[in-house]
């Protein structure tokens, strides 16, 4: 049995579909097509746009990111800060209006979130009904100006609203579309009285999709929530990795990617997890500028039996490697199908996350 062959098993499900063979479909396909909190690319990221206009595209995948409001629903944002105007450490940001709500102006206040400190508005800080009186803004707004005309028109998202999306997409259409859920902050969040993982397994459970045959993939750069959530539901995991510093709930152990993307670190996520998510500079090896082959870390994960999703494919020059850019302007589009292609024709690799993903749908076979 060829390798390609055993992996596109290892995720494959039995899909609820009308036909026989659509039944006997495996998914995720491999290789798997994410859109990275959507089309945002395109439309301020984790909105009804962006992942409409992702599903449209041809992502089998919708990732998002989970945090909790006070009252412990499950919200799609990237940050547990709303928005934190002053950071110690990394770039200020904005993903929604929050600083311009004069009835919000007492909510600002000072955390350290994953061991960087931050002083803004925090989501945990919120009932749900407060953040729905939210609008969503572009994090790159120079960068993205297309998006950032639609600040201010759209709300913040329950993870329940995006999972009603996808499953829509997938009776309208009969083709799969799942969620790539990141749980954010479980530790940090934790600690505040509030378990984000019980709350992704009522989630689960609400919507019969605690199996491993559910159109859901769960994954974290944290370990010990991924852990907690193997220990209670067989739904498949990808242990994130990062390209530098390492897990923020390992951080009193000293413990970093670099050590999780050996062979014996690859072993242990095989554990629990049924795959790794790495960035592209962890999961690719490069020579003048070009990615040209499968990494040290890709091939550990291979050997220990783990699927590989590489993060994150965007479609601007700012983040493309120089062989990929067009031009000298950051914000000008560069050959972003030209990389795809070079990731996934190196082998090894089971999917893709992207910030668009028409930007690189050719890339894959179907």
């Known amino acids: 049995m060829s390798l390609l062959l055993r992996h596109a098993l290892a995720w494959a499900v039995v899909l609820p579909a009308a036909t026989t063979a659509q039944a006997q479909t495996p998914w995720p396909p491999v290789p798997a097509l994410s859109a ?20 449209q595209d041809g992502a089998d ?22 928005a934190a105007p002053e950071v110690g450490e990394g770039t200020p ?8 709500r ?22 945990e800080d919120f009932t749900l009904q407060e953040l729905k009186t939210l609008r969503t803004v572009e994090r790159f707004a120079q960068l993205r100006p297309g998006s950032a005309a639609h600040d201010g028109q759209h709300p913040l998202l329950t993870l329940q609203e995006v ?42 459970e609400r919507n019969q999709w605690s199996s491993a ?16 959530l193997r220990a209670r539901s067989p739904v498949r995991i990808l242990q994130l990795l990062g390209g530098k510093g390492g897990p923020p709930d390992r951080a009193a152990q000293g413990a970093t990617y670099a050590q999780m993307a050996s062979a014996q670190g690859m072993a242990a996520i095989a554990a629990y997890a049924q795959g790794v998510a790495l960035p592209r500079q962890l999961a690719m090896a490069m020579d003048k500028g070009r990615w040209i082959a499968p990494s040290a870390a ?34 000008d589009r560069g050959d972003a199908l030209a990389e795809a292609r070079a990731i996934l024709g190196s082998g090894g690799v089971d999917g893709l996350i992207a910030d668009d993903p028409a930007a690189i749908r050719d890339a894959f076979r179907r």
């Open 213 to 228: 045959q559910a159109p859901v993939i769960v994954q974290s750069f944290e370990v010990q929530v991924l852990k907690e």
């Open 102 to 123: 004069p009835e919000f102006a007492q909510r600002k206040t000072t955390k350290t979130v994953d061991g960087v400190r931050q002083t803004g508005w925090f989501a």
């Open 298 to 331: 890709t091939r550990e994960a291979k050997a220990a039996g783990l699927a590989v999703h590489v993060w994150t494919l965007r479609p601007e020059n700012q983040f493309l490697p120089p062989a990929y850019r067009k031009g000298t302007n950051p914000a």
């Open 61 to 82: 995948l919708l990732e998002l990111d989970v945090v909790l409001s006070r009252d412990g629903v499950p919200v799609v944002r990237h940050d547990a800060a709303l």
């Open 163 to 204: 999972a009603d999306l996808a499953k829509a997409h997938t009776a309208r259409t009969g083709r799969t579309a799942g969620l790539l859920i990141e749980l954010k902050h479980a530790a940090y969040l934790q600690a505040q009285g509030l378990d984000l993982c019980r709350a992704l397994l009522e989630f689960l």
């Open 36 to 55: 990275h909190r959507g089309a945002s690319a395109l439309y301020p990221e984790m909105t009804q746009p962006a992942f409409a206009q992702a599903l």
């Open 93 to 100: 940001f904005a993903t929604t209006d929050v600083a311009t």
